[in-house]
């Protein structure tokens, strides 16, 4: 990114305006400010209702308040998060940073599953309710994938 005359520009906007003049970089970054807008809200939102089920849902205490107070205290959370955040790097260390982290998460995940499963739920609901033996074979083989591609990565990142 270059700053032109106050604004920034980004290099993807310099090939629109050679293309159709100031005009042409303006909308690029209008459009890409709301591509990245709607990404934003529907990630907020979707992270909000998600974490608001669990702490609701799991942790009895929590519900001396309501669902809505939960979704709002875990999006004004996330707006401040992404508030901070934001200034301290140019967007693609913020996106490498973005995609580690849910890597990480995408590891956790696919565990913290397979302990739902097979470890929480036997000991909580009917046996009708459990996932078969099939299912625990191809979610064990995703788990070892996943914890070995992490590996593999740890290993060139920092070898």
């Not at 209008?30 to 608001?52: H, Q």
């Not at 669902?67 to 205290?73: D, E, Q, T, V």
């Not at 998060?81 to 967007?91: E, F």
């Not at 078969?132 to 070898?159: D, H, N, Q, T």
């Amino acid at each position: 990114t270059k700053n032109t005359g106050g604004i920034v520009s980004h290099p993807q906007s310099e090939f629109f305006e050679l293309r159709w003049g100031e005009l042409g970089r303006c909308v690029f970054l209008i459009i890409s400010a709301a591509f990245l807008s709607d990404t934003w809200l529907s990630t907020v939102d979707a992270v909000s209702r998600i974490n608001t089920d669990i702490v609701y849902n799991f942790f009895p205490s929590s519900q001396k308040r309501t669902p809505r107070w939960w979704y709002f205290f875990f999006l004004v959370l996330l707006t401040v998060i992404t508030s901070l955040t934001m200034p301290l790097a140019q967007p693609g260390p913020l996106i490498m940073l973005s995609a580690v982290t849910g890597f990480v998460g995408t590891v956790v995940f696919a565990i913290a599953i397979w302990i739902l499963n097979y470890v929480y739920m036997p000991k909580r609901t009917a046996s009708f309710a459990w996932p078969g033996g099939l299912s625990k074979f191809f979610l064990g083989i995703s788990c070892v994938g996943y914890l070995i591609i992490a590996g593999v990565y740890l290993w060139l990142e920092f070898r």
